[in-house]
């Protein structure tokens, strides 16, 4: 009796811990699984091999092999004129241009600078830039048409202390082969002729031969007419070092009056100088004006018509009657 009481008891006690465990599982099961993960070395290869801790970080700029990107080859075509990177020249400065008419002497291309031998004598240095307007008789030109041994006129202004060129007009047909000045001297006999050129700083000699025309007013003249004082042009050719007479214009003795007529090109109130471009001949004309004789206004200005009357002294064209044509 006691024993089967002794068995009954321990298989109650083994029945409630069997279902006391199934509720425990019953309750860890509903509950949500946590999943932990392992810590992982960030740096475990380092630590595990000192070498490759010292090794550098790649560059990040780093093209792969065989790859060639097309922005690369693009800038590789880009151009840049270096011009564009110089700043903007600031604007001349305002004032009155002053007209100088010479002979180049040198051209100074690293300094842009011109020496210039002035009609009368004398020489000036004559500062230039992008700036300046170059003409080459009506055409727009460039620096690269300043030549030694070409005469130029000149409209100046002061920058400061430089003497800086607004405009320079050159003389193209000097360049050709062609001189205009007043005779000093001619020997027949030798056929010498010395002219004193109006821009030349030296007495310009030539030889004349049988075969030198020499003409007035259009019409065959005489080499007796060559006479010191007169005013004269010269077409010549440079054979080594002389210079030989094709043609021989008069254009003027001491004391003729001669009425010219069209633009003027270039006025200088200043030294009284006009430069004016006849409209008959197209050649151009430096006429010296009187303030004691001739009177003008306003209407006097570069580019204006006009008709000027103008007495040849010996050495140049002075006005004695000045006209402003209206338009």
């Keep these: 009796m006691g024993r089967f009481f002794s068995r009954g008891i321990a298989g109650t006690l083994l029945a409630g811990s069997i279902l006391g465990c199934t509720a425990n599982a019953q309750a860890v099961s509903s509950q949500p699984a946590i999943i932990s993960e392992p810590m992982v070395d960030s740096h475990p290869a380092e630590e595990s091999h000192p070498a490759l801790a010292s090794k550098p970080d790649a560059p990040a700029n780093v ?69 300046t307007h170059i003409f080459a008789g009506n055409v727009l030109g460039s620096a690269p048409d300043l030549r030694i041994g070409d005469r130029v006129y000149v409209d100046t202004i002061l920058d400061g202390s430089t003497v800086f060129a607004r405009n320079i007009r050159l003389a193209t047909n000097a360049s050709g082969g062609r001189s205009q000045g007043v005779v000093e001297s001619y020997r027949a006999d030798k056929g010498e002729l ?48 002389s210079r030989y007479a094709q043609q021989v214009s008069i254009l003027a003795v001491p004391g003729t009056n ?64 000045l006209t402003v044509n209206s338009r």
Excluded: C, W
């Design 63 to 131: 093209t792969p092999t065989g790859t060639a990107p097309a922005a690369v080859e693009a800038a590789a075509d880009i151009t840049v004129d270096p011009a564009s990177l110089l700043p903007d020249l600031p604007a001349l400065p305002p004032g009155k241009a002053s007209l100088l008419g010479g002979t180049i002497q040198n051209v100074d291309r690293v300094r842009d600078l011109l020496t210039v031998q002035i009609f009368g004598g004398g020489k000036t240095k004559i500062s230039f830039d992008t700036r």
């Design 194 to 241: 010395v002219l004193r050129d109006m821009l030349s700083p030296d007495p310009v000699q030539l030889r004349l031969t049988n075969r030198t025309q020499v003409v007035k007013g259009g019409h065959p003249a005489s080499a007796s007419q060559i006479v010191p004082g007169t005013l004269v042009e010269v077409d010549f050719t440079s054979q080594k070092d």
């Design 258 to 321: 001669f009425t010219f007529g069209g633009i003027v090109t270039s006025l200088d109130l200043h030294i009284g100088l006009l430069v004016l471009t006849s409209s008959s001949d197209h050649k151009t004309y430096e006429i010296y004006l009187d303030p004691s004789v001739i009177s003008f206004d306003d209407q006097l200005r570069p580019g204006a018509d006009v008709t000027t009357v103008a007495n040849f002294d010996g050495t140049r064209y002075v006005a004695r009657s």
